[in-house]
């Protein structure tokens, strides 16, 4: 059982910034660690679970406790793509349910240089073999050619993809911390950017960026005695089920279903009960996918849901209302977690200038590779 | 200059290109329960059986999904840009990612009628499709 054991009691945020200079992965990931217990109000000595993701160093995760002097009674690493941030809450909530552990520390960063760094090093994998001969590298392509396939399959036109960036750039501008913040953008302005892979523009994939984040996840009669408003995990859902779109079960409907599924159901609320859609969104065509999938509209639909909804923070459905990945910059491992982040600061009432007025639950989505690693929370402001 | 990213066959998988070395195109087939396997196993993917006998195959497909690239995917196809990088639902049912050559990349539309093209490069023969000739 996690449905309302646990409740996320602290966040850390270092907001997305272009260059991080020289500092290291697990330096900014011990940064962001002493930022996150601050921010509950407790200490590093109150911390006896650890998750964190690969951070290059072997054995990261151990080497984390030795670094933070922790004395865990539970450690964990976990490799999920976009959906790590989701899926170590998830981990966290676990852990602390079932005993495990009694406060848990998620911890995300990605440091990020402008000058060149290197070119990526080539794995043994099917990847390696079958798909980047023949230029198969990187995520675009393959969200590319989900795109290319939905419209065939479905009605989805340029201008209802780029109303997605269009309006997560409106929240962007309610953001100081966001990369484009005071950087407004129209339909326009998506759809004569640069063709990048056909038909993704240049302003519909998420501009690469350095930051961290930070997540504290304790029992829910613990939180109740810390700094901010617990905000407790009332469902969580994961479904993995490929890593190539090109062996994808399905190229149109993706894993987020019975990963939204689980977590609703686990909750107990419906679709309608959610006031606040924290979606990873490292593509327009991201987003649009979700919110089928997710149950928020009809299969096939999405592209008019977008024109018939507000998605902006002060809308009817608020979607990433801290500019999503798209506008706020993605920090690497740590976009994913600023969708927690950003949920727990709405639910805390932390958002100051775009506010959900009496917000009482948001549906947080993380996904990972190309479309086939889901990891859904339903995140509230009572049990 | 970096290298273009190239293959290297493992027991598992020579096969596959040592097929492609002949200008064909083989792959497995479960024999417990006739799944298509691709890319290469041990284990069934459907059904978990470990017989799996590799049967050639006849080389035609459709373009099941597409993209151009205009900006390179990789920085060894820096100048190659745009080229289209697509999924071929092969006739006998596998998918592989693949690219479409002979044809200019505004031309390639899903549903588009192909046969498997062979080109070397190096010590391995990569598996590319073209339009299939009408």
């Known amino acids: ?383 | 200059m970096t290298e273009r990213p190239l293959p290297h066959p493992s027991p598992l998988t020579r096969p596959f290109w040592e097929g492609a070395a002949r200008r064909e195109l083989w792959m497995q087939r479960c024999h417990a329960c006739g799944h298509r396997v691709f890319y290469p196993r041990h284990l069934c993917p459907v059904c978990g059986g470990d017989q799996l006998p590799w049967e050639r195959m006849s080389g035609g497909g459709t373009v099941f999904t597409y993209t151009v690239a205009r900006k390179p995917t990789h920085p060894a196809f820096a100048g190659r840009e745009p080229y289209v990088i697509a999924v071929v639902e092969l006739d006998e049912g596998p998918k592989l990612t693949t690219n479409i050559v002979g044809i200019p990349p505004e031309d390639v539309s899903i549903g588009l009628r192909v046969r498997a093209a062979f080109e070397d490069v190096g010590d391995v023969t990569l598996v590319q499709f073209e339009p299939e000739a009408t």
Not at chain 1, 150 to 156: A, F, I, K, P
Request: proline share 5%.
């Open chain 1, 1 to 383: 059982m996690i449905r309302g054991r646990s409740a996320v009691a602290g966040i850390g945020e270092l907001p997305p910034r272009r260059d991080t200079g020289d500092e290291t992965v697990v330096e900014m990931l011990s940064r962001i660690a002493a930022l996150t217990v601050r921010d509950a109000g407790i200490s590093l000595r109150d911390v006896d679970g650890l998750v964190v993701h690969d951070t290059g160093a072997a054995m990261g995760a151990v080497m984390m406790v030795e670094m933070l002097g922790l004395r865990a009674n539970f450690v964990d690493r976990v490799g999920h793509g976009g959906a790590t941030g989701t899926a170590m809450v998830a981990r966290a909530a676990m852990a602390v349910a079932s005993g495990m552990c009694d406060t848990c520390l998620c911890l995300t960063a990605s440091t990020r240089r402008a000058r060149f760094t290197g070119y990526p090093i080539v794995d043994s994998s099917p990847t390696a073999e079958f798909e980047e001969p023949y230029g198969g590298s990187g995520p675009n392509y393959g969200y590319a050619m989900i795109a290319q396939r939905y419209s065939h399959e479905y009605r989805l036109t340029p201008e209802q993809r780029a109303l997605v960036a269009v309006q997560q750039r409106y929240n962007a501008c309610a953001n100081p911390d966001a990369i484009f913040h005071g950087q407004p953008l129209t339909v326009d302005d998506v759809l004569s950017s640069p063709m990048i892979v056909d038909p993704l523009h240049r302003l519909e994939i998420v501009l690469p960026t350095g930051g961290a984040a930070g997540v504290l996840v304790t029992t829910t009669e613990r939180a109740a005695h810390l700094a901010h408003k617990p905000v407790p995990v009332l469902g969580v859902g994961e479904h993995v089920s490929h890593w190539s779109a090109t062996y994808a079960p399905n190229l149109t409907v993706s894993s987020v279903k019975p990963a939204a599924d689980r977590a609703f159901e686990m909750a107990g609320v419906g679709r309608k009960d959610v006031g606040l859609l924290s979606v990873y969104d490292c593509y327009t065509i991201t987003v649009l996918l979700t919110l089928e999938d997710a149950g928020f509209c009809d299969k096939g639909t999405a592209g008019r849901f977008v024109e018939e909804h507000d998605l902006r923070w002060d809308g009817d459905l608020p979607v990433n209302t801290h500019g999503g990945q798209l506008s706020y910059g993605q920090s690497g491992i740590a976009g994913g977690m600023s969708h927690v982040t950003e949920a727990v600061r709405q639910l805390q009432g932390r958002a100051p200038q775009r506010t959900i007025p009496d917000l009482e639950r948001a549906f947080v989505h993380g996904n990972g590779g190309v479309m086939g690693e889901q990891v859904s929370l339903i995140l509230g402001t009572r049990e």
